[in-house]
């Protein structure tokens, strides 16, 4: 009832920056939390960011926050992530994730309902 694309994934050398979205479609209406997660290779997929439909209230990880942002397109349906100053620690495929959570800000999978298929983002020089 909720698809999820992702979109802006790509190369960037160490100290770069992307810009992630998120384009949700379908019954979007069900859904009131949206975050962003990424697995790296022969790691556990992680919570990098998270944030609702509602509020200013924003949550992320130790290791990216001060440098990624997540914000929100109401109108658009649509999540970005704005990450800078990236590290190839950050490489990994990102999924955006889309869950009826009625509070808090979601930092684990399994209060996701929809996944998107993902974007690669590679930080490597």
């Known amino acids: 009832q909720v698809q999820l694309v992702e979109s802006g994934g790509g190369l960037v050398q160490p100290g770069g920056s992307l810009r992630l979205s998120c384009a949700a479609s379908?019954?979007?209406?069900?859904?009131?939390?949206m975050g962003w997660f990424r697995q790296a290779p022969g790691k556990a997929r992680e919570f990098v960011a998270g944030?609702?439909?509602?509020?200013?209230?924003?949550s992320y990880v130790d290791s990216v926050t001060g440098r990624f942002t997540i914000s929100r397109d109401n109108a658009k349906n649509t999540v970005y992530l704005q990450m800078n100053s990236l590290k190839p620690e950050d490489t990994a495929v990102y999924y955006c994730?889309?869950?009826?959570?009625?509070?808090?800000?979601?930092?684990?999978?399994?209060?996701?309902?929809?996944w998107g298929p993902g974007t690669q983002v590679t930080v490597s020089s």
């Open positions: 994730a889309a869950g009826a959570l009625l509070a808090g800000l979601g930092r684990r999978d399994s209060k996701y309902d929809y």
């Open positions: 379908g019954r979007t209406s069900s859904t009131n939390v």
């Open positions: 944030i609702r439909w509602s509020g200013a209230g924003t």
